[in-house]
């Protein structure tokens, strides 16, 4: 059963930085890429960041460049999102996913084929 563990949310004041963290297990396939999505209440599940895990090209928002690096750790099958200057728009609940079927876009919800239970991000003003 594959399944993806998020941790790493919490609170912060504007301008802070937070990391989460996104470990998967159970895999019975190769990985694509991994990616990182936010909800905020009332709003639709938005992209913010994916990594592909073979060579490591990475994708953002337009709305997070420059603030927020994604890597990942192959041997540990965990990817990151460290999150520098925040803003109180940045607060949402961060999801990472899965993908595993090739050449799909990464910036869509539906490329991915597993989902983590989700993290709090609060950014106060």
């Known amino acids: 059963q594959v399944q993806l563990v998020e941790s790493g949310g919490g609170l912060v004041q504007a301008g802070g930085s937070l990391r989460l963290s996104c470990a998967v297990s159970?895999?019975?396939?190769?990985?694509?890429?991994m990616g990182w999505f936010r909800q905020a209440p009332g709003n639709e599940r938005e992209f913010v960041s994916a990594i592909r895990w073979s060579g490591g090209s990475m994708f953002y928002a337009d709305s997070v460049k420059g603030r927020f690096t994604i890597s990942r750790d192959n041997a540990k099958n965990t990817v990151y999102l460290q999150m520098n200057s925040l803003k109180p728009e940045d607060t949402a609940v961060y999801y990472c996913g899965v993908a595993h079927v090739w050449g799909r876009p990464l910036f869509t919800t539906t490329s991915y084929n597993y989902w983590g239970q989700g993290t709090q991000v609060t950014v106060s003003s």
């Open positions: 159970g895999l019975t396939f190769s990985i694509y890429a």
